[in-house]
């Protein structure tokens, strides 16, 4: 599904030239559950962001399920990752001024679905994330674990291939951690690819497989015995 | 304190530069237009303020039935009579109206052009025009006085003492002449002043001058206007009621008792010397003349102006406000008092007024010209004159800042001081109110401005049913032959009727009889020859024209004496027969001034302002009163060549031609529609800058929108939105905005424009699709203005706008 060839991602500021990935190679496939680890700055947002098609890389080639896409344009970026990709951030990033229904119901507006299809989409995911008595309610009368979830639903919303999480426990507590671990794991069975950006051990755990990324280079690639999973 | 306050907000301009650049400039360009309103406005409310006594000095004013137009000349003894007989009358003082150019020299040979007015020594008293040098007291013993203005002072007599000089005075047209004694210098007439003149001489020299027909009928002539003095009328109406009465009784026993004067025929009122200015529209000798519809609308306009800039200026301190909220809390939590905070806003504000006002004097010498052009009158602004003006706009503006800072403290207090987080909605609220009262004007503006051009363009274009371009009236005095000579010889001119112009600005009406009936129809009555109508293009609908070989006896414009034989042909409009109710008009006897018959019908014409519907007009060459004007119709573009041809004609006959215009008549539609043209080129130029404003108001907001969005827009792009979904989602709003405030704009515009429309008796359509076209260009422009900041977030890369929050 996702494919990468000698990768590299390279920002320039007026002085400083940073190489955030240096020829990253790094091969997903479908169903797989990837985890990316590192110290802080070594590239993994950087790289998420790339397969997740909010980025070009600067060189090197990017096949996603089986298409050239490294030197698509926004648009065609955009079109690409509808309904395709959903994404989860450390900081849930939801909207402020929309309810959670309100929240959850955007990827599907923009893939143009109908709203009583829409209405019955939202709904049932929200039950599944286990807050579906709080559609009504903004973001910011939500706990962090309740966001996390409102932005998990929105994610798999419109029943993506691929999730991207970054960080999805950072600013969480362990047991609310785990909640969101055992949903993305719960996503993954049903076939659901997820690539994970973490810190945290525990949580790379739930993988099939942890990517070491160190400046912008991936150092080692542990592969969990398919046994123990 | 200050100081610190001082440096924070210079730190601040620096910081958000490119904000308080926007902010100030759009304030500053309200300001400078604003003042330039401001100063013409106190300048107009200004006229004839320096009069003392001005709310007890009334000027008396006839009222004429058949005229469209009102006069201020009258008898020489009524004011005499009044303060004899009328106790309130406390004083009067007379003035001749009509000031012809004379040829004013010294002894020494130095001669100017004057315009001398004839007055009782009474007006220096009642009025407050000052003496320089010289005494009222001599002026008023001094039969042949006169007293000179500084100007004529300087040019004749330079540094020399001129009281007790002698002046020779002489008419450019004939040869009389007389001499008179300086006897004081009257200091300038300020420009503030509807009473204009530069040299006045003793009424008595007018009792002499006018001869022996004065002395034996002087209630035949109204000569000239009167002023009163009387600072006890309790009613008015009473008042001149027995003025009225009195004045006909006195009139009546001076008359020759064959021709008494009637009452109805003195139909007078008695005009306040502080309404002269504005109140005078009508009055047929004054020139100079307000208009206080003017003066409403350029201050409606300036103030809405100000508004807007204003409205604009809180705006973009509202948005600011979104980093100022920070600051302030953490200087609350740092311990800074309410009143600390509240004075800061203020210092702030009312320095950014100050700047303001600094760039709109600073602005001044360049844009005067150009301000002066537009509000279509000539004003030089002095420091050492002006200086109440200046120091009152000051204050205004120090207000207007202080009111801001008010404003905006009140509409931060919330977010400031209290502890919840999510208290912008109030602002935010305030902001709309703010975009929507913008966008109204902007619109409302747009609206009056296109049906204001719209109904220029109309009664420019209008068919009025004659063609007077290329057209001269000449008044031959006694070259009539010569000068038509002169002009047929030359190949550009078409041709040359005799007539008065057709066109008139002011008009009377005298009652025509239909000899049948004996019925009166109320006309403008004509002189027009043979050629007439066809010099004109006015189409001759049945009938024929006239016929000037059945002339009555008189001398028609060449001089000659011509001989009649019969009834005066006429020829009548369309109108007259209307009115008259006649079914076959040709050869319908008449009386007009003498037996006349119809002989043809011509189209109507509007051969008055459109302002006024079509009336009656009767065309006859051949009544008891006849002109030696004649009318010259050349080819395009000739007009100062003709105009040369005649002065030619005067110079060979050693007549002075100095004051060509006053035997010439040339009609101007740009002189005609004075008020229209000036009030379309000031909407016109209001429009822009009310559009820079908005402009600049909408770029601000909409910066603000996306900034405080940004966060928002790149969530929603990771969830798929596309370039296009984002500009909608940001640009719907203000589509919302322009859409309501269009719709509140038609209905008020519409309302404001019909009574406009009101002044017209012609008037053009009110039609949907300026209004909608106006709604179509506010969307654009709107569009177009936030557009470019929403553009530029939309485009953001959404992995950005994440990062940076
Ligand atoms: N838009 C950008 N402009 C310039 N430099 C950038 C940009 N985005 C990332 N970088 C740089 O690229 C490097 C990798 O950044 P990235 O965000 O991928 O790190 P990370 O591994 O996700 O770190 P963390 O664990 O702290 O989130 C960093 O040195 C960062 O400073
Ligand atoms: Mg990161």
Redesign the pocket.
């Known amino acids: 599904m996702i494919k990468t060839e000698n990768l590299s991602k390279i920002?320039r500021?007026e002085e400083v030239e940073?190489k955030?990935l240096n020829n990253v190679n790094l091969h997903v496939k479908e169903g797989e559950f990837v985890a990316i680890m590192?110290p802080?700055?070594?590239?993994?947002?950087?790289?998420l962001n790339i397969i997740g098609l909010l980025d070009n890389p600067s060189e090197g080639a990017y096949m996603f399920n089986g298409k050239e896409v490294g030197k698509y344009k926004e648009g065609s970026r955009t079109q690409e990752r509808k309904g395709n990709i959903g994404f989860v951030f450390q900081s849930f990033n939801l909207i402020d001024e929309l309810t959670v229904f309100e929240n959850v119901e955007l990827p599907l507006i923009y893939l143009k679905i109908k709203a009583s299809e829409r209405k019955r989409l939202v709904n049932e995911v929200l039950e599944r994330m286990n807050i579906g008595h709080r559609t009504k309610h903004f973001p910011q009368q939500l706990s962090g674990g309740q966001q996390q979830r409102v932005a998990i639903a929105r994610a798999v919303v419109a029943n993506p291939k691929l999730i991207l999480a970054d960080?999805p426990t950072g600013n969480l507590d362990s047991k609310n951690g785990m909640e969101v671990m055992d949903l993305l794991t719960e996503l993954n069975r049903q076939g659901t690819t997820i690539v994970m950006?973490t810190?945290s051990d525990r949580d790379a755990n739930y993988a099939h497989r942890i990517v070491n990324?160190f400046d912008g280079k991936i150092v080692t690639e542990s592969r969990k015995d398919p046994a123990l999973v | 304190m200050l100081f610190k306050i001082l440096r924070q907000y210079l730190r601040r301009i620096m910081r958000n530069y490119k904000i308080y650049a926007v902010s100030i400039l759009g304030m500053s360009v309200a300001i400078i237009a604003s003042f330039h309103i401001y100063h013409f406005v106190y300048k107009e409310l200004s006229v004839d303020k320096f009069h003392e006594k001005r709310k007890d000095i009334y000027r008396l004013v006839n009222n004429s039935s058949n005229t469209n137009t009102q006069s201020v000349t009258t008898f020489l003894p009524v004011g005499p009579t009044l303060k004899r007989k009328i106790p309130e009358v406390k004083n009067y003082s007379r003035i001749t109206t009509y000031a012809e150019p004379h040829k004013l020299k010294n002894e020494a040979g130095i001669e100017l052009k004057a315009s001398p007015r004839f007055t009782d020594p009474s007006f220096f008293e009642l009025l407050n025009f000052d003496l320089k040098e010289g005494s009222l007291s001599k002026f008023a013993d001094t039969p042949n006085g006169i007293l000179i203005s500084e100007k004529l002072t300087n040019g004749l007599f330079g540094s020399q003492n001129p009281i007790g000089k002698q002046l020779i005075i002489s008419k450019y047209r004939g040869e009389s002449k007389w001499s008179l004694e300086v006897v004081g210098v009257l200091k300038n007439i300020p420009e503030e002043s509807t009473i204009q003149g530069d040299c006045f001489i003793n009424n008595e020299s007018l009792e002499i001058l006018a001869g022996k027909g004065y002395e034996i009928r002087p209630w035949n002539y109204g000569v000239v206007e009167l002023f009163i003095h009387a600072p006890d009328i309790r009613d008015l109406k009473e008042f001149t009621e027995k003025v009225k009465n009195l004045t006909v009784d006195e009139a009546n026993l001076m008359r020759n008792p064959k021709y008494p004067m009637k009452i109805e025929h003195f139909d007078i009122e008695f005009q306040r010397l502080d309404k002269m200015y504005f109140h005078s529209t009508n009055i047929r000798e004054q020139k100079n003349k307000g208009s206080l519809q003017f003066v409403k609308i350029i201050s409606i306009v300036g103030l809405l102006a100000l508004l807007l800039a204003i409205s604009n200026y809180i705006v973009m301190n509202l948005g600011l406000s979104l980093t100022r909220v920070k600051e302030f809390k953490i200087k609350r939590y740092l311990g800074t008092s309410k009143k600390q905070v509240f004075l800061q806003f203020i210092i702030e504000s009312v320095l950014n007024a100050m700047v303001c006002f600094a760039l709109a004097l600073i602005t001044y010498p360049l844009l005067s010209k150009a301000i002066a052009h537009l509000i279509g009158v000539e004003y030089h602004l002095k420091l050492e004159k002006d200086y109440i003006l200046i120091l009152s706009f000051l204050l205004i503006i120090l207000f207007i800042g202080f009111t801001i800072g008010v404003f905006q403290y009140f509409l931060s207090y919330h977010s400031v001081f209290s502890i919840n987080k999510t208290q912008t909605s109030n602002s935010w609220m305030t902001k709309r109110v703010l975009i929507n009262f913008q966008l109204f004007l902007f619109i409302g503006l747009i609206i009056s401005m296109l049906f204001i051009r719209k109904q220029v363009n109309y009664i420019e274009t209008k068919d009025i049913g004659f063609n007077f371009k290329n057209v001269l009236g000449v008044i031959p005095d006694k070259y009539g032959e010569e000068l038509k000579n002169e002009l047929l010889s030359k190949s550009y001119v078409e041709k040359i009727a005799g007539g008065q112009t057709i066109f008139k600005t002011e008009y009377r009406l005298d009652d025509v009889t239909i000899q049948s009936t004996q019925e009166k129809v109320k006309s403008m009555i004509v002189l027009g020859d043979a050629d007439y109508l066809e010099l004109y293009d006015i189409e001759l609908l049945y009938g024929k024209t006239l016929n000037t070989s059945k002339l009555q006896t008189f001398y028609n414009w060449t001089g000659n004496l011509v001989q009649r034989n019969g009834t005066v042909e006429v020829l009548v409009n369309e109108e007259f027969v209307k009115r008259a109710n006649l079914k076959n008009p040709i050869g319908t006897p008449l009386y007009v001034n003498s037996n006349s018959v119809i002989v043809g019908v011509f189209k109507n014409i509007n051969n008055t302002p459109l302002y006024e519907s079509i009336q009656p007009i009767v065309i006859g060459y051949d009544f008891s009163f006849f002109t030696s004007m004649f009318q010259v119709r050349f080819k395009e573009g000739y007009k100062s060549q003709v105009m040369d041809d005649i002065a030619s004609v005067f110079n060979r006959n050693n007549a002075s031609f100095d004051y060509i215009k006053d035997f010439i008549e040339y009609i101007d539609y740009e002189d005609i529609y004075k008020k229209e043209l000036q009030l379309k080129r000031l909407l016109e130029a209001f429009t822009v800058i009310v559009l820079f404003i908005s402009i600049l108001g909408l770029v601000a907001i909409s910066l603000f929108i996306t900034n405080s969005k940004t966060k928002e827009i790149g969530i929603r792009k990771v969830n798929g939105a596309t370039i296009n979904e984002i500009m909608f989602m940001l640009n719907k709003d203000f589509i919302k905005w322009v859409v309501g405030s269009f719709i509140l704009a038609c209905p008020i515009t519409y309302y404001v424009l019909k009574n406009w429309l009101e002044n017209f008796a012609y008037k053009t359509a009110l039609s949907w699709w300026v209004f909608a076209l106006a709604g179509a260009f506010t969307l654009i422009i709107t569009l177009l203005a936030v557009s470019w900041q929403t553009y530029r977030a939309a485009k953001q890369n959404p992995?950005?706008s994440l990062?940076d929050e």
């Open positions: 920002f500021t940073t955030a590192g802080s700055g070594c590239g993994k947002s950087t790289l960080e950006v810190h990324l | 992995v950005k990062r």
